[in-house]
């Protein structure tokens, strides 16, 4: 296998003319040229005014999509940029926020939406895979040359987001939320068999601290650029002082065989040492805190208990980091949102210590693995858990989760708080469009979703995607289900592991 690269540059501001050169120069010093069909993948999780933090920056991608135009020697078949952000929200209303279709119109390049794609069934082989096969959208399965340009930063659930973790919005909704849960770092590692990038850029200008959603802002100035995913992540980790065999999704990534973690196993190059890097980054927070402590000092008492399959102690990938997302929101929405919330108390997973809630607070369990027996309000409660095995879940039956449908029942469910003391919101996971809502209740606060300045701009995208999305149902392809097109066919990239791996298991309903 070649010497993975990773290069350091700095760059001290969104100039796109800068990073035009600086990517350019990436893609010279690798040998790189885009061919075929050329598909970048930025972070567009979320956008506009509320989120000016979490994205890949357009001018990034701009930069970005210059340098590869410039790189050009024989006519591409298509310059695509392609996303799913956010779960429920329309990837349609993520590009506007994010500036991405002047930017598109400027360049001439494709926009994909994910969500709005037919899917491709990619065979898994490898062992301890999660499923036997993954969805992933058309144009990434068709791409011959692969760009991932993440944004730089922390993350509630994996602790960081860089390149390996991008790939969760290589699904649309229906297969992102499946073993989106505590196996979350094990589906990341497993998503990197769908496709390797041939080369990665990410935003590192202006990072994101502690967060994904509204992270802090981190004035890092930093371009890295690679070509090899794992070297890559390690190369973020080591730069803020993170070991990174301590990131799961990474460490199963190089137990694979997908590349190297060892720095004396990667070129580090660029105008930036890795040591001046690290010095710039070293105060850089992760977020990796449990709920309990996140609401600390605050009206809200969070109780998390173990998920089910009984290896983990906290799910790490699901309801409780969405938790820490949807307060976030909200404070980014109205600065007064902890002043307002009322003493409330929010469980998590097979709890079984006390919850002692004085009376008239309410109690919500949330999630389908919710499970606790015991005391509230000196009245004996029994909530079960109603958590279906993973192997139940079947990609091609899941449906879409619609953001309208979820406020009338999340409405629903929050309405009975009126008469009782004690209620729970199923999922699995437990989305954060949802727990917004259930806040939002609890502490009878401004629907984020219908601030004005938002609410034109997010309901004639959502239209504009479901009218598209029913179009395509009603006369398209929503899935190629007879298995991956010629292009997209487990096409290992170089530094795949060898396909070899054994024959596939029986189908687990994946
Ligand atoms: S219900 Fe929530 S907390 Fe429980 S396993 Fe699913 S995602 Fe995790």
Redesign the pocket.
């Known amino acids: 296998m070649k010497r993975p690269t990773v290069i350091i540059r700095h760059c001290e501001s969104y100039d796109v003319d800068r990073i035009r050169a600086l990517t350019r120069e990436g893609l010279e010093h690798l040998d790189l040229r885009p061919r075929g069909r050329t598909l970048i993948k930025p972070n567009v999780v979320a956008s506009g005014e509320y989120f000016p933090h979490a994205y890949t920056r357009p001018e990034f991608t701009e930069g970005l999509v210059r340098a590869l135009q410039d790189r050009v020697d024989t006519p591409l078949e298509e310059l695509a940029v392609g996303e799913r952000c956010g779960i429920t929200m329309p990837t349609r209303y993520a590009f506007k926020g994010a500036g991405y279709y002047p930017m598109a119109k400027r360049t001439g390049i494709t926009l994909h939406h994910f969500d709005e794609c037919s899917q491709v069934e990619i065979p898994l082989y490898h062992e301890g895979r999660l499923r036997d096969s993954f969805f992933t959208p058309e144009p990434v399965a068709r791409a011959d040359f692969f760009v991932n340009a993440p944004k730089f930063k922390a993350h509630p659930w994996t602790t960081v987001t860089f390149s390996m973790k991008n790939y969760i919005g290589i699904q649309d909704d229906r297969h992102r939320l499946i073993d989106h849960?505590?196996r979350l770092n094990e589906k990341v590692a497993d998503l990197q068999y769908i496709v390797q990038p041939q080369f990665i850029a990410i935003d590192g200008i202006i990072a994101g601290e502690g967060r994904m959603l509204t992270p802090i802002p981190f004035d890092m100035r930093l371009v890295l650029m690679g070509d090899n995913q794992v070297a890559f992540d390690a190369v973020c980790c080591h730069l803020i002082g993170l070991d990174p065999l301590s990131v799961d999704h990474i460490r199963m990534a190089w137990e694979r065989g997908f590349g190297p973690v060892d720095l004396a196993e990667i070129d580090v190059v660029g105008d930036v040492s890795l040591d001046a890097g690290r010095d710039r980054c070293k105060s850089f927070r992760t977020g990796l805190i449990r709920v309990e402590d996140y609401f600390k000092d605050t009206n809200i008492r969070a109780y998390a208990g173990p998920?089910?399959d009984g290896d983990q102690e906290y799910?790490w990938g699901?309801?409780?980091g969405a938790l820490e997302e949807a307060i976030e929101i909200l404070r980014v929405y109205d600065k007064t949102t902890d002043e307002k919330m009322p003493p409330v108390h929010l469980v998590?997973?097979a709890y079984e210590g006390d919850i002692p809630a004085a009376e008239g607070e309410k109690v919500v369990f949330i999630?389908?693995?919710a499970s606790f027996q015991g005391q509230i309000h000196d009245k004996p409660v029994t909530i079960e858990s109603v958590?279906r095995d993973r192997s139940t879940k079947v990609p091609t039956e899941a449906k879409y989760a619609d953001i309208f449908a979820k406020m009338v029942t999340t409405t629903a469910t929050m309405g009975k708080l009126k008469k009782e003391d004690v209620i729970r919101i199923t999922?699995?996971?437990?989305s954060v469009a949802e727990q917004v809502l259930m806040l939002v209740k609890l502490g009878h606060l401004k629907n984020p979703y219908f601030a004005p300045k938002e609410a034109v701009m997010f309901t004639s995208s959502y239209l504009s995607w479901r009218t598209r999305k029913m179009v395509k149902e009603l006369f398209g392809k929503p899935y190629n289900v007879e298995g991956p097109t010629e292009r997209g066919e487990a096409r290992p990239p170089q530094n795949l592991p060898p396909a070899g791996v054994d024959a596939p298991l029986e189908r687990s309903g994946g």
């Open positions: 849960d505590h998920p089910p799910c699901g309801c409780p998590l997973g999630g389908d693995c958590y999922g699995c996971p437990v």
